[in-house]
């Protein structure tokens, strides 16, 4: 597997690469595949917890009841319940809107067939089927732990990308972010490591930056 030094030395060319802009650009993990027959339905569709954070992903919970009310209490992004999921469904062009908001949905598991009746067609594609959550869940648990998540997903592609963090954030942080990501995916390739053919780290605006080919020493 790459080295923490390997890693660093791509994420410092990543951010030399490229220009100051008026906005936070995002860091990105991009790794491409090889000897994978993506006609045999290859993808990956992973949630991975990270353990640095910057920015944290939006959450929107679909509850009603006393779960409504807890979610509120704990501050979610988002929190509709079942009148509001119709009304969506009703409209799928705010539907669209409302979706993109959010990285993540988590759902009461007493309302999921609502969500699929109404949203299901929209939310599937794009990944986001909500996280049933048990009526005796703690939500701020549930809240903290997807705040701190990406979703790495890819069908049928012999290549994936994803944030791992954005240029705020110091290099070590970013290093460990990307080990994170990589051992998610390589458990999940057919053979594992052998699958990767090419890791490249560049920021939002800025040019892709290759594994070097040697490292001197290792980063401690």
């Known amino acids: 597997m790459i080295t923490d030094a390997q890693l660093t030395e791509m994420v410092q060319a990543a951010r ?10 995002s860091v990105e993990l991009i790794i491409t595949f090889k000897d994978i027959d993506v006609k045999k339905g290859f993808a990956i569709n992973e ?24 979610a509120k209490a704990a501050k979610a992004d988002s929190v509709i319940g079942t009148e509001e999921l119709e009304k969506f469904g009703a409209n799928k062009r705010e539907s669209r809107k409302f979706i993109n908001k959010y990285d993540f949905f988590l ?41 701190s998540c990406i979703k790495v997903r890819t069908r049928a592609s012999l290549s994936i990308s994803s944030k791992i963090g954005d240029v705020s954030m110091d290099d070590a942080d970013l ?16 053979n594992g490591e052998k699958n990767m053919k090419k890791i490249l780290i560049k920021t939002t605006m800025g040019k892709p930056v290759k594994q070097a080919q040697e490292v001197k020493k290792k980063y401690a």
């Open 107 to 147: 759902a009461d598991t007493k309302v999921m067939p609502t969500v699929g009746k109404t949203l299901g067609q929209l939310l599937g594609p794009r990944g986001k089927m909500p996280t049933p959550v048990p009526f005796d869940a703690s939500i701020e648990a549930f809240l903290e732990r997807f705040r």
């Open 175 to 190: 290093v460990i972010n990307a080990h994170t990501v990589l051992n998610a995916i390589e458990k999940k390739l057919p």
């Open 16 to 25: 030399s690469s490229t220009k100051e802009r008026k906005f936070k650009q």
């Open 47 to 70: 949630v991975v917890q990270l353990p640095k954070t910057s920015s944290p992903a939006t959450v929107c919970i679909i509850a009603t009841g006393d779960m409504n009310q807890k």
